[in-house]
């Protein structure tokens, strides 16, 4: 399935797609796409849109925060998927895997349906110090329909100055920074306030993934992309959240992470010119 292309993803989503279709009633009509050899005429015209989707790359983002979400966007009939940078030079992620931006900070188209930014630790602190990253943030999220992040990726919004007044979440061993930001931080998994969606930690960007393709298509749509990727998770331990970890696996992760809250707040008090 990971050697798919687009198109060859899409017509499995269709071959999921249209007996949910129809067994919701929903009226026929034809799509604006068309693959060969599948019929598309039972998928509803509003299944298809033109949504321009800006997804930020930078270096050493955590490379999951990006995956996990982009499978779902690309899985948007009609929609363009941007991986955007300041340069189209590769970028390495903080587990070694390099990925090439399709688009520039200047390429970027100026009106987006979503702007999303993944996270990570000393890369998105370096992002977050970065004046074109953050302009670019900034100017995009200003007029975007929906301001997105999974992860560590809220501080980067909160340091354009996009999360002042709104709830969010961000990784457990972030979100007592949110404040700073002047955020009200919500320990869930997809938190949504207004056009605002933030996920948590990492593999949170799955849930994300799967709320924002409901909430650009509908419940049905969303279900089949969940089914084609075969999102059913059941993970061997129970230690994914900071509430059911052992105690001694809590303690032992908290300390690893013990000083990435004042290295956020350093870094913010560096960008607002804060002595």
């Avoid at 269709?14 to 949910?20: E, I």
């Avoid at 700073?180 to 056009?195: K, L, S, W």
């Avoid at 052992?246 to 990435?260: L, R």
Wanted: aromatic share 6%.
């Amino acid at each position: 399935m990971g050697q798919l292309t687009i198109d060859r993803r899409t017509a499995l989503l269709m071959a999921v797609l249209a007996p949910l279709a129809a067994s919701r009633g929903l009226r026929a009509e034809p799509s604006a796409t068309v693959t060969p050899g599948h019929d598309m005429s039972g998928m509803p015209a509003s299944w298809t849109r033109a949504d321009s989707i800006a997804m930020l790359c930078y270096p050493r983002m955590t490379i999951l925060d990006l995956i996990g979400p982009q499978y779902m966007f690309a899985s948007l009939m009609g929609a363009s998927v941007h991986l955007v940078a300041k340069s189209r030079d590769p970028i390495t992620s903080d587990t070694g895997v390099t990925i090439v931006p399709s688009a520039t900070f200047d390429e970027c188209p100026r009106d987006l349906t979503v702007l999303f930014v993944p996270g990570g630790t000393d890369g998105t602190l370096a992002a977050m110090r970065d004046d074109a990253t953050r302009e670019f943030v900034a100017d995009r999220g200003s007029r975007a329909r929906y301001v997105t992040s999974v992860c560590t990726g809220a501080l980067v919004l909160g340091a354009a100055g996009l999360l002042k007044g709104h709830r969010a979440t961000t990784h457990w061993a972030a979100l007592e920074t949110l404040p700073d930001f002047g955020a009200t931080p919500i320990a869930e998994r997809v938190v949504r306030d207004r056009n605002r969606i933030t996920g948590a930690g990492v593999t949170a960007g799955l849930d994300f993934g799967l709320t924002m393709v409901s909430e650009l298509r509908d419940e049905t749509y969303a279900q089949g992309v969940q089914l084609i990727c075969e999102y059913d998770p059941a993970p061997p331990f129970n230690a994914g959240s900071t509430r059911t970890a052992p105690p001694e696996v809590k303690t032992m992760m908290e300390q690893m992470f013990v000083s990435f809250p004042s290295q956020v707040r350093d870094t913010l008090r560096q960008i607002s010119g804060i002595s």
